[in-house]
C-alpha cells in the first residue's frame, strides 16, 4: 500500500510538473534567479576570501639577530618556533645570505658597497621572517621574542620590527575582521531573501490549486497523498532551477575571471568554478531540492484543514 | 410530516444542530432531520437558507456551534483527521461547480478517487471506463475538463461521485449552471443511482427537477427546516 502510494505520488509529481506549464516556468525561473544568488554568494565568498588571505600573506614580522649570536641558537629558536600553533611558517636568512640580499639591494649605490668592503666583518645579523596563521597573533609570538634567552642566558634577538609596524599591522587586521563579519552578514541577508522569495513563489503556484487540494480531500484522500505530488513538484523545480543556474556560471564566470582577477588580485572565478564544480553542484541542487520540497510541503499544509 | 429519529433504519441523523458564524449570522438554528438508508431527498430553500452549510456539517467541512451529527452510529465531529478521511470515502460528493482536478484528464479524475481509497491498479482499470460508460462519458475518457461541456464536466464529477460505490451521494445544487436538457438528464442519473441502493440528498432550485422526482422535499428557511414532505413538491 504504501509502495503503491509513493509510486502514484511521484507519477503525479512529475505530471504535473510537466502538465502546469506555465506555473512549472514561472517558479524555475524565480528559482532559478534566487539559486544564481545563493551561487554567487560562494563566488564571492571565495574571492574575498583569497583576497584577504593574500593581504594577510603580505604581513610578516622580522625578528634581527646580534650580529654575535649562535647560528645553533637561532636553529634551535627557529624550531621551537615551528612548533607553536600560531605559526604558519618561519624563514631563516643567515648573516651571509643577508649580506647577499643587502648587496643586490644596493648594486648601484657604489658609495654604499665601498663601504662594506672598507668593514672587517659583516655587519648585518641574521634574520628570520615569521608569519602568523592570525594577524592578531603576531603581537603574542613578538612578545615571546623579545624575551627570549638563549640557553647560555645570553639575549640574541636584537630587534622585531612588529612594534614598528604594530599600528599598520593592527588597523589591517581590523579591517580584516570587518570585512569578514560584514560579508558573512551580507551572504546571511541574501540567503534569507532568497529563502522567502522561493518560499513565496512557491505558496503562489500551490495557491492556483488551493481548490484541487480541497477537492482531493473531499473525496477522501490522506494528506500524505495530496501533499505528496506537491512535494515531489517543488523538489523538481528546485533541481531543475539548480541544473540552470549551474550552467549559466559557466559563461558568467567566463566573462567575470579577468575582471575579478585584475581587480582582487590573484583569484579567478572560473578556475574556482571549474575546480570546485563538484561542491557548487551539490549546494546549488540541495539548496533547490531542500527549499523546493520544503516549502511546498509548508504550502499546501494551509489547504489541507478541510 | 416525516417523523426525525434516530434508528436503526436511518443513516444520517441531525440532532438539534446549530451553526453561528458570528452573533448576527445564524446559519442553521436548531436542526433535526433524519435520512433512511437508500432515501432520495430533496433540500429546498432560497439562497441562505442553510442548506449547504447542512452538507458541510455532514462532511464534517465544519463544525457544529451545538448539536451533533451521527452518520449510522458514528458521531462524525468526534472523528480525528485520519478518521475523517476514511470517513469521507463513504460519501460520494457533487457539486454545482464541478469542482474537478482541470490538470487531469477523464479518466484520471475518476481514477484519483479510487486511488485516494488505496484500490490498486487493475481494479481502476477496470472500474473507471465502465463508470465513464454508465455516465455516457466513453467517448471523452482522454479528454481534460476543459475539453468537457456544463454537462459532461457534471456527468463527470458524478461518475467521480459513486465510483468507490458510497452508501451515500450528496448532491449540491448539481444542475445550478446546466440547461433544461441537462438537468433533465442529471436528474435521471441520480434517480439511477438511487435505485441501485444509494442515499442520495440532493439541493436544488429547480422545481421541474424536485417535482418530476416525487420524492421527500425537505424546505429550510433561515437555517430552520419549516416543511418535511414524503413524495413534495417545490413549494416556497
Known amino acids: 500500500m504504501f509502495w503503491m502510494n509513493t509510486k502514484r505520488i511521484v507519477k503525479y509529481g512529475f505530471i504535473n510538473f510537466w502538465r502546469n506549464g506555465f506555473v512549472t516556468l514561472a517558479s524555475i525561473l524565480v528559482m532559478t534567479v534566487t539559486l544564481f544568488v545563493i551561487g554567487s554568494l560562494i563566488f564571492v565568498g571565495a574571492i ?7 593581504i594577510k600573506n603580505k604581513v610578516d614580522i622580522n625578528v634581527y639577530f646580534v650580529t654575535t649570536a649562535p647560528e645553533e641558537d637561532i636553529i634551535s629558536l627557529k624550531s621551537s618556533l615551528e612548533q607553536l600553533p600560531e605559526i604558519s611558517s618561519v624563514e631563516y636568512v643567515s648573516r651571509e645570505q643577508s649580506i647577499e640580499e643587502f648587496k643586490t639591494r644596493h648594486e648601484n649605490d657604489q658609495l654604499i658597497l665601498q663601504a662594506l668592503q672598507e668593514l672587517d666583518d659583516n655587519p648585518l645579523g641574521a634574520h628570520f621572517n615569521i608569519r602568523a596563521k592570525e594577524t592578531s597573533q603576531y603581537e603574542s609570538i613578538a612578545t615571546f621574542l623579545e624575551n627570549y634567552q638563549a640557553s647560555g642566558g645570553t639575549p640574541i634577538v636584537d630587534k622585531v620590527n612588529f612594534f ?10 581590523s579591517v580584516i575582521s570587518s570585512v569578514d563579519k560584514l560579508s558573512f552578514g551580507v551572504i546571511v541577508v541574501f540567503m534569507i531573501i532568497s529563502i522567502l522569495i522561493i518560499f513565496n513563489t512557491i505558496r503562489l503556484a500551490i495557491y492556483t490549486s488551493r481548490e484541487e487540494i480541497s477537492v482531493m480531500k473531499l473525496v477522501g484522500a490522506g494528506n500524505f497523498y495530496v501533499r505528496g505530488p506537491f512535494v515531489i513538484e517543488g523538489i523538481m523545480y528546485g533541481v531543475s532551477s539548480a541544473l540552470i543556474a549551474l550552467v549559466l556560471f559557466y559563461p558568467v564566470t567566463i566573462w567575470m575571471a579577468p575582471l575579478t ?5 590573484g583569484a579567478n572565478v572560473f578556475n574556482y568554478y571549474v575546480n570546485n ?30 | 410530516m416525516k417523523e426525525n429519529l434516530k434508528n436503526d433504519k436511518n ?37 441562505g437558507a442553510g442548506k449547504t452549510t447542512l452538507l458541510k456539517m455532514l462532511l464534517a467541512e465544519e463544525k457544529p456551534t451545538d448539536g451533533k451529527v451521527y452518520f449510522d452510529t458514528t458521531d462524525v465531529h468526534s472523528l480525528n483527521r485520519k478518521d475523517i478521511t476514511q470517513f469521507r470515502r463513504k460519501i460520494g460528493t457533487v457539486f454545482q461547480d464541478f469542482r474537478l482536478i482541470p490538470g ?5 479524475n475518476v481514477a484519483f478517487a479510487m486511488e485516494a481509497c488505496g484500490r490498486d491498479d487493475r481494479e481502476i482499470e477496470l472500474d473507471v471506463p465502465h463508470v465513464l460508460d454508465l455516465v455516457d462519458l466513453g ?44 438537468t433533465y438528464e442529471i436528474a435521471q442519473i441520480l434517480k439511477k443511482i ?11 432550485h429547480n422545481k421541474g427537477v424536485i417535482d418530476s422526482l416525487n420524492n421527500r422535499v425537505i424546505t429550510m428557511e433561515n437555517g430552520k427546516i419549516i416543511r418535511d414532505n414524503e413524495n413534495g413538491k417545490y413549494v416556497i
Open chain 1, 48 to 54: 574575498l576570501d583569497s583576497s584577504l588571505g593574500q
Open chain 2, 194 to 204: 438511487n435505485d441501485i441502493g444509494t442515499t442520495v440528498i440532493l439541493t436544488t
Open chain 2, 104 to 108: 487531469k484528464t477523464a479518466y484520471e
Open chain 1, 261 to 265: 582577477e585584475n581587480f582582487f588580485g
Open chain 2, 139 to 182: 467517448n471523452k475518457i482522454w479528454n481534460f475538463p476543459s475539453e468537457l461541456s456544463g454537462g459532461e464536466k457534471q456527468r463527470l464529477a458524478i461518475a467521480r461521485a459513486i465510483v468507490n460505490q458510497p452508501e451515500v451521494l450528496i448532491a449540491d445544487e448539481p444542475t445550478g449552471n446546466l440547461d433544461p436538457i441537462n
Open chain 1, 277 to 306: 564544480f563538484a561542491q557548487i553542484f551539490v549546494v546549488l541542487v540541495l539548496s533547490g531540492v531542500f527549499l523546493g520540497g520544503v516549502s511546498s510541503y509548508l504550502a499546501v499544509k494551509k489547504y489541507l484543514k478541510i
Open chain 1, 164 to 173: 614598528q609596524n604594530k599600528v599598520a599591522i593592527d588597523k589591517l587586521s
Open chain 2, 11 to 47: 443513516i444520517i441523523h441531525f440532532d438539534n444542530v446549530k451553526k453561528m458564524y458570528s452573533e448576527n449570522a445564524m446559519a442553521l438554528d436548531g436542526v433535526t432531520l433524519s435520512i433512511g438508508k437508500n432515501e432520495f431527498v430533496s433540500i429546498v430553500g432560497h439562497s
